[in-house]
C-alpha cells in the first residue's frame, strides 16, 4: 500500500489498533505497557502506522487546523469506541481534562522529541487526570485515542 493514504484508509489502518486499545485499562499502573502489548511500538502495525503518519502530515485531511503553532486535525470521531486526534506539535499545548482517560501513540521527528518527558511510544493518561501536553526536545506527530472522545478544555 501506498503510504499516501485517503483518511478513510488511514482509519482503516487504525482500526485494528483502535480494537486492541478497547483492552487497556488506562487507570492500571502498567497502561502504557498494556498497549505495548496490544501493538508492539517496534512492530510493523505501528511502524506502518508511522510511515502513513509521517507521509501525510503535510497533506490536506491530516491535520488542516493550526493553532498556537501547533497543527491538527479529527482523524476518526468514533472507531471502536475512540475518537482520534493527529497532533503535529513542538512546543506545549492547552491544558485539558481527559474524563475517560487518554491513550497516545508517540513518533518523534526531527530530534528527540519527547512528549510529557516521555520518548517517542505509548503515553496513556488515566480517567480524570489533566495536564499541559508539552513536546521539548524536537519534533512530534501524535494519534490522541479518547475513549468515548471525553475531553475538557480547561483554558
Given at each position: 500500500?501506498?503510504?499516501?493514504?485517503?483518511?478513510?484508509?488511514?482509519?482503516?489502518?487504525?482500526?485494528p489498533?483502535?480494537?486492541?486499545?478497547?483492552?487497556?485499562?488506562?487507570?492500571?499502573?502498567?497502561?502504557?505497557?498494556?498497549?505495548?502489548?496490544?501493538?508492539?511500538?517496534?512492530?510493523?502495525?505501528?511502524?506502518?502506522?508511522?510511515?502513513?503518519?509521517?507521509?501525510?502530515?503535510?497533506?490536506?485531511?491530516?491535520?488542516?487546523?493550526?493553532?498556537?503553532g501547533?497543527?491538527?486535525?479529527?482523524?476518526?470521531?468514533?472507531?471502536?469506541?475512540?475518537?482520534?486526534?493527529?497532533?503535529?506539535?513542538?512546543?506545549?499545548?492547552?491544558?485539558?481534562?481527559?474524563?475517560?482517560?487518554?491513550?497516545?501513540?508517540?513518533?518523534?521527528?526531527d530530534?528527540?522529541?519527547?512528549?510529557?518527558?516521555?520518548?517517542?511510544?505509548?503515553?496513556?493518561?488515566?480517567?480524570?487526570s489533566?495536564?499541559?501536553?508539552?513536546?521539548?526536545?524536537?519534533?512530534?506527530l501524535?494519534?490522541?485515542?479518547?475513549?468515548?472522545?471525553?475531553?475538557?478544555?480547561?483554558?
Amino acid at each position: 500500500m501506498s503510504e499516501k493514504l485517503s483518511k478513510e484508509q488511514f482509519v482503516e489502518l487504525l482500526r485494528p489498533l483502535a480494537e486492541a486499545l478497547r483492552a487497556v485499562d488506562v487507570d492500571a499502573p502498567d497502561a502504557a505497557q498494556q498497549a505495548e502489548r496490544a501493538a508492539a511500538f517496534g512492530g510493523e502495525s505501528v511502524a506502518a502506522i508511522r510511515r502513513a503518519t509521517f507521509a501525510n502530515a503535510g497533506g490536506e485531511w491530516l491535520m488542516p487546523k493550526e493553532a498556537g503553532g501547533i497543527r491538527f486535525g479529527r482523524v476518526a470521531k468514533d472507531l471502536c469506541g475512540f475518537s482520534v486526534d493527529c497532533v503535529s506539535m513542538d512546543r506545549p499545548g492547552p491544558r485539558h481534562r481527559h474524563p475517560n482517560g487518554e491513550i497516545d501513540l508517540c513518533f518523534a521527528g526531527d530530534g528527540n522529541g519527547r512528549f510529557d518527558g516521555q520518548p517517542e511510544g505509548w503515553v496513556v493518561y488515566g480517567k480524570g487526570s489533566e495536564h499541559v501536553p508539552t513536546v521539548t526536545d524536537g519534533h512530534m506527530l501524535i494519534l490522541y485515542f479518547l475513549p468515548g472522545g471525553a475531553i475538557e478544555f480547561l483554558g
